[in-house]
């Protein structure tokens, strides 16, 4: 028997994806006993906003753990402000967190929340917009006094003046009862307040059917040195799960069961701990010892933060005086013979321009890792973007190719971490991995790889001399390259190979210093077509394609949930539209343009005003069309499918 | 004939095949040489467990910034101000490394000034030449940030106003455990320097006066000059009093915690100030780089500072240990796992 739907309390208003949910709301249960019976739902989209002191991103990440180890599918959105400590109760201080979870496969972190929980008013009025339509509202009542609903501009309470009318809205006195679940305890009351989030955590536990035990189990470990807020904690938890099940407010439960995945294990990862874990697997494959110089940036830091946790794998971190010293310490490390990286967002990568010029002319393997956020200068530091593929392509000066990849989804990024190490290593060059905080702090469930399976990437240095000299003497040419133009890696502590690099043009093979006209024409060629020469290492390019379709959407980086979902939701209305998504960027993947050029629409999806797009005119001589998007946030499906039919006139 | 490229113990071993550009008459000549003999007397010594492979030069842009060329070592001859980040990396990623890091007054003070900076405090296993000739060489003669006020060059024509860094103050200053000054007319005295630094474990820096004899000619005549030298010069010898002067008859007194120049027959020489170059208190080594404030006052030469303090690759390396210890060799397939995981059947 299928489960059935019964909508009561809560409403899902109209089904986002035909699928997303079935039944409706005329599946009212009446029934007490059978109101008990978690109702199966296919997918929700979970809101939880608050004061950045509420403790809001805490909770939709215990709330997403739960659900990934209940095996749902899931994706997320944090968005945090900028300051850590914007003033209190005001529109610039909320802070929130979506959760997408679903019995299937899904790639957004959802378009719409259907459902919202407020602790307080200007969570409400920064959020509401956002709220499908009917959906449901969960407010922190407490927090709805005449000074908090001023300070964000409430002129009257949106409780009662209408303003809620489409929605159902439950009021719950949240600060009140979680003192309540506290009196036992010797908390003083400001301390006891601020377990009200897991107050909330545990209603909503209660609404989707979550265990609590994983997260008592994880404030246990959390708080361990602090039995009281371990204790203060569960009560709120405990007392929200019972408020749920003991009220009539909350006519039901609901279930969302386990996606159906791959068998294997699963575990819900981030895209920057994948990305760290991608750099630590790529230092295992090529039997190197990692170093990673950095300059704290949001949102790139967690990277740095997360390999630091892992000195026993031969990790060594430097935290460097500025972005510069992280790069150029990067680079020695490399000269060196380490598997080196630099991570950072926009600005950094700005002031590491001039190292990594030199690190392609100096022909030494280095990764260097952008997570984008929003520009330019300071920009929204805390928001999603992905306006530096320019940037990473061409903000360098001279003639200077770089190769530059980028992820497509959080766990993606593990993968991409190892494939530019193996690029990096293999060529001897720098190359720019680009990820964005969207990927940097989203999640998803991600099927553990078997590190057996994961690719040898280990390069030979140098250790023996390469040519001779004009008597017969054998000699190391640092800069005599092998059949795919890689130049020898020799490192220091090599006997017989001593040899000085640098920034200064180099004689081909010898690596002296040269002034030659030729000489330099020579040999930007030969850095040119080593570059070029990837194109031939990397996987060609797929289309996900169905019969009949004449458009095709272009996408890279993290619009790829985006994408998948809009081509989902297109073909399910009837409207054939393929898609690629494009992980190398520079070099291309050599079937690229064939496949643009057998299209009638190429779209491309961007969250820039036009970057990809400029490369794939400039490069195919297509005439792509763009969408783009440059508000520090994910696109939603709906928008790439309303920007579609707008320009194209293809309907969906 | 034998070959005396294949013998550690002479100069030739330690040279390069590559021409030597400077101007001549350029005092990077003699420093140049300076480090080439000192190699082959190191060599002479099989404790000091020397070799090319493991020798590293890395410096940034300038004329001085060419060294590395010159020595056949391992080198890297980077951009403008930025060796001694790269060279911290290098160290870090490889402590078994014998490191110099070369650059001229512009690269270490002026664009490197805050990398400089920071490998002193963080003490690393690196040996920082300063080759300073009060002017930017290689860019053809702009003032520096050690050049007197009111300079005249073709961007200061009507002379420069901004005041000049002692660089010994400034690496005092930022806690170097290691600060020297030789010049580059006295092959014997820089050999002397850059050996007390070879052998300090930690990070040092060593300024070397050298005369641009292209845009700065002279620079330190008044000081260095044969003629000169015993007044102008003070040598600084560990336990010794300051002294100086063609008669030792001048020298160094702490004044209420300020080092003044005074006839040692006014206040006796048990007055006279002794040199103790491992006094824990870096206020002392500051006072006396502070006599050297300008290029007419009597300046002294030689190991200002030597004090032990952790160094930090070794640092970042033990804590590489002690992660190994308490959480045992890294394990791939462990890290995956350690974070909540659930299975699909
Ligand atoms: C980023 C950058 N800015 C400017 C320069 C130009 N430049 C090269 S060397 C130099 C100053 C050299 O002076 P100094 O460091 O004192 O070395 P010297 O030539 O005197 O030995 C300058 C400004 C450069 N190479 N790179
Ligand atoms: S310009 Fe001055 S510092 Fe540079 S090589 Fe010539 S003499 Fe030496
Ligand atoms: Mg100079």
Excluded at chain 1, 430 to 435: E, H
Excluded at chain 2, 2 to 8: C, E, Q, R, Y
């Amino acid at each position: 028997m299928g489960p059935r739907l019964r909508l009561g309390g809560i409403a899902h208003g109209p089904a986002l994806f035909s699928r997303h949910i079935f039944g409706n709301k005329g599946d009212q249960v009446t029934d007490t006993a059978d109101r008990l019976e978690a109702q199966g739902i296919h997918a929700v989209v979970i809101r939880f906003a608050g004061d950045s002191g509420d403790g809001m991103q805490l909770t939709g990440d215990r709330f997403t753990s739960a659900s990934a180890l209940a095996g749902n599918d899931l994706v997320t959105l944090p968005e945090f402000p900028a300051e850590i400590r914007a003033p209190q109760g005001t529109l610039a201080g909320v802070s929130a967190f979506q959760v997408h979870i679903s019995d299937h496969d899904i790639h957004t972190p959802g378009d719409e929340p259907d459902v919202l929980i407020a602790m307080n008013p200007a969570a409400l009025m920064s959020e509401l917009g956002r709220l499908k339509s009917g959906g449901t509202i969960i407010l922190n009542t407490d927090a709805f006094d005449e000074r908090n609903l001023e300070k964000c501009g409430y002129e009257a309470d949106p409780r009662t003046n209408g303003t809620l009318d489409d929605y159902i809205v439950h009021e719950v006195p949240m600060t009140k009862l979680t003192l309540e679940a506290v009196t036992d305890l010797d908390v003083k009351k400001r301390d006891a307040e601020r377990s009200k989030n897991f107050f909330a955590l545990g209603l909503i536990c209660w609404m989707y059917t979550r265990p609590l035990e994983p997260t008592i189990d994880w404030v246990e470990e959390k708080f361990a040195k602090n039995q009281t807020v371990v204790d203060a904690n569960v009560l709120a938890l405990k007392a929200g799960h019972a408020f749920g099940e003991t009220t009539e407010m909350f006519a039901d439960q609901f279930e969302i069961h386990s996606a159906p995945q791959d068998t294997g294990t699963y575990t819900n990862i981030t895209g920057n701990v994948a990305t760290a874990w991608g750099m630590i697997a790529a230092g295992q494959q090529a039997k190197l010892p990692i170093f990673l110089g950095s300059y704290p940036i949001t949102p790139a830091s967690d990277i740095l933060h997360e390999l630091a946790r892992h000195k026993n794998f031969g990790v060594r971190t430097f935290q460097a005086e500025d972005e510069i010293a992280a790069v150029g310490s990067a680079l020695g490390a490399a000269f060196g013979g380490a598997l080196a990286f630099t991570t950072t967002s926009g600005p950094g990568v700005a002031l590491k321009g001039e190292t990594i010029g030199l690190a392609t002319s100096m022909e030494l393997p280095m990764v260097i890792i952008d997570v984008q956020r929003g520009g330019p200068s300071t920009g929204l530091p805390t928001k999603t973007e992905a306006s530096d593929l320019m940037m990473a392509l061409y903000g360098r000066h001279g003639e200077s190719p770089t190769p530059v990849i980028a992820a497509y989804s959080p766990s993606n990024c593990f993968d991409m971490a190892i494939e530019a190490c193996r690029i990096a290593l293999k060529f001897r060059t720098p190359v720019i991995l680009l990820t964005d905080g969207y990927l940097a702090n989203g999640s998803e469930p991600w099927k553990l790889p078997d590190p057996a399976t994961l690719p040898d990437i280990s390069v030979e240095f140098a250790t023996e001399p390469n040519s001779t000299d004009a008597n017969g003497n054998p000699t190391f040419e640092p800069f005599k390259r092998d059949e795919i133009l890689a130049r020898p890696w020799a490192v220091p502590g090599t006997p017989g190979l001593e040899h000085r690099v640098g920034g200064l043009e180099k004689a081909d093979g010898s690596g002296n210093v040269s002034y030659d006209p030729e000489n330099h024409g020579l040999m930007t060629d030969l850095r040119q077509a080593k570059i070029d020469g990837i194109a031939e290492d990397i996987p060609l390019a797929e289309v996900d394609s169905v019969d009949g379709a004449k458009l095709c959407l272009v996408g890279w980086g993290s619009t790829w949930g985006s994408i998948v979902a809009a081509t989902q939701r297109m073909r399910e209305s009837g409207v054939p539209v393929d898609r690629v998504h494009l992980t190398h960027l520079n070099p291309l993947p050599p079937n690229l343009g064939d496949i643009l050029q057998s299209y009638e629409h190429v779209v491309v999806p961007e969250l820039n005003k036009g970057q990809l797009i400029k490369i794939l005119r400039a490069e195919y001589l297509v005439d792509a069309q763009g969408v783009n998007k440059v508000k520090g946030l994910p696109f939603t499906a709906g928008e790439i499918i309303d920007a579609i039919q707008t320009m194209t006139g293809v309907q969906a | 004939m034998t070959d005396v490229s294949l013998d550690p113990t002479q100069r030739a071993y330690w040279t390069s095949d590559q021409d030597v550009r400077w101007c001549p008459g350029c005092g990077d000549y003699g420093i140049l040489a300076a480090m080439q003999f000192l190699y082959a007397e190191l060599a002479e010594d099989p404790a000091t467990e020397v070799t090319k492979e493991n020798t590293v030069f890395v410096s940034g842009i300038g004329c001085a910034a060419r060294f590395p060329y010159y020595m056949d070592t391992y080198g890297m001859h980077s951009i403008h101000g930025r060796a001694p980040a790269i060279a911290t990396g290098l160290a870090v990623a490889r402590p078994d490394l014998d490191i110099w890091v070369v650059g001229g007054d512009g690269d270490m003070l002026s664009i490197g000034g805050n990398h400089l900076m920071h490998a002193l405090r963080r003490n690393v296993n690196l040996k920082i030449l300063l080759f300073n000739n009060q002017i930017y060489g290689l860019t053809k003669g702009q003032y520096s940030p050690t050049s007197e006020v009111g300079k005249v060059t073709k961007s200061t024509p009507m002379g420069s106003i901004d005041a000049p860094f002692n660089p010994l103050s400034v690496a005092i200053g930022a806690g170097a455990s290691f600060v020297a000054r030789t010049h580059d007319l006295d092959r014997k005295h820089m050999m002397a320097t850059f050996k007390a630094a070879h052998a300090h474990k930690g990070a040092s820096l060593i300024e070397i006066y050298q005369n641009c004899n292209v845009f700065n000619d002279g620079a330190f005549d008044a000081i260095n000059k044969r003629a000169a030298r015993a007044e102008m010069m003070i040598d600084l010898v560990d336990g010794e009093p300051i002294i100086f002067g063609a008669e030792d008859q001048r020298g160094v007194m702490m004044v209420d915690g300020v080092a003044k120049i005074v006839e040692v027959a006014d206040v006796g020489l048990d007055a006279i100030a002794v040199h103790d170059a491992k006094n824990p208190n870096s206020a002392v080594a500051f006072t006396i780089a502070q006599l050297a404030n300008d290029r007419q006052s009597p300046t002294p030469f030689g190991v200002f500072r030597q004090v032990e303090s952790p160094e930090y690759a070794e640092a970042v390396n033990n804590q590489l240990l002690a992660a190994n210890e308490q959480q045992g060799p890294g394990d791939l397939a462990a890290l995956l796992h350690s974070g909540a995981t659930w299975d699909v059947a």
